[in-house]
């Protein structure tokens, strides 16, 4: 399924992208970094489109940006890590989200799983995924991914939460606490 990147409904105007941007900005996304490696070398890239769609089979999806140097590979790959970060992971979210630069030059700071996925070090945690579907969508691919295997370094609390909100990275912990949940 593909969804065009002119794709308006009829007799709909569209946002425009700047201010469907402004819109999102204001909507805080928790930050995980992907990686992969379908034959030609490991990629990774940060993403904040992460998002739990199933517990039970686990299910989760992330967008990749066409304009990505790692789209390519990540499209192509049938696994792939994501990595959920908290704010002690920072330097690789900006590792992830920086153009042009080797994200797996420091070989201390990553290896590879027994079944070849790059992995990083030392992160919250880990989750290796078969990836099971893949969607167009305008300037971007939605990969649909099964949750295999993962690790849990650190509980969420220890660190706080990495969210990206209005163009800055921020962490969430008891102090940024509102209202306990139900």
């Known amino acids: 399924m593909s969804i065009p990147a002119t794709s308006e409904p009829i007799g709909f105007a569209s946002l425009g992208s700047d201010e469907f941007k402004a819109l999102f900005r204001g909507h805080p996304g928790g930050v995980a970094v992907v990686t992969a490696d379908a034959g030609d070398g490991p990629v990774a890239l940060t993403a904040t489109s992460v998002a739990s769609v199933s517990a039970s089979p686990p299910l989760l999806v992330f967008s990749v940006s066409q304009l990505s140097s790692a789209s390519s590979v990540l499209v192509r790959a049938d696994t792939v890590v994501v990595h959920l970060l908290d704010a002690d992971d920072l330097s690789l979210a900006r590792l992830g989200a920086t153009s042009g630069v080797d994200r797996f030059a420091d070989t201390d700071r990553w290896s590879r799983l027994i079944t070849g996925e790059p992995v990083y070090a030392d992160v ?3 989750v290796r995924c078969a990836v099971i579907g893949r969607m167009d969508a305008g300037g971007s691919t939605v990969i649909a991914a099964h949750a295999l295997q993962a690790q ?27 209202e306990l949940s139900a």
């Open 124 to 126: 919250r945690a880990w």
């Open 152 to 178: 849990v370094t650190r509980d969420a609390a220890d660190g706080g939460a990495l969210v990206y909100h209005d163009r800055s990275w921020h962490r969430l912990g008891a102090h940024s606490r509102i």
